[in-house]
């Protein structure tokens, strides 16, 4: 099993910075990648913002491109995402996101941290 924890989220003006965290514990070594999700107010699905394979590829969502930034500090298993020139469409719920693939594939999710970006 792998536990993830989320910090960082908050309310910011338009224009703005946050950065979030997610700690990851537990099974950590059989991951193959994590990242973050996001669930804008009155959308059922998640999306993609950003993730980070094992190897250090990564891949972030075309609205986000150039604003966000993925990284992680392996010393202390988190994940990391850097949020720049916030706008009010990235008001969401983040979620941390850690995935194993392969015949025995499973998604983990944290519990979620609410980005509010006031206009």
């Known amino acids: 099993q792998v536990q993830l924890v989320e910090s960082g989220g908050g309310l910011v003006q338009v224009g703005g910075s946050l950065r979030l965290s997610c700690a990851a514990s537990g099974s950590i070594f059989i991951l193959n990648a994590m990242g973050w999700y996001r669930q804008a107010p009155g959308k059922q699905q998640r999306e993609l913002v950003a993730t980070m394979t094992s190897g250090g590829t990564t891949d972030y969502a075309d609205s986000v491109k150039g604003r966000f930034t993925i990284s992680r500090d392996n010393a202390k298993n988190t994940v990391y995402l850097q949020m720049n020139s916030l706008q009010p469409v990235d008001t969401a719920v983040y979620y941390c996101?850690?995935?194993?693939?392969?015949?025995?594939?499973?998604?983990?999710w944290g519990q979620g941290t609410q980005v509010t970006v006031s206009s």
């Open positions: 996101n850690a995935q194993r693939w392969g015949i025995q594939s499973n998604y983990y």
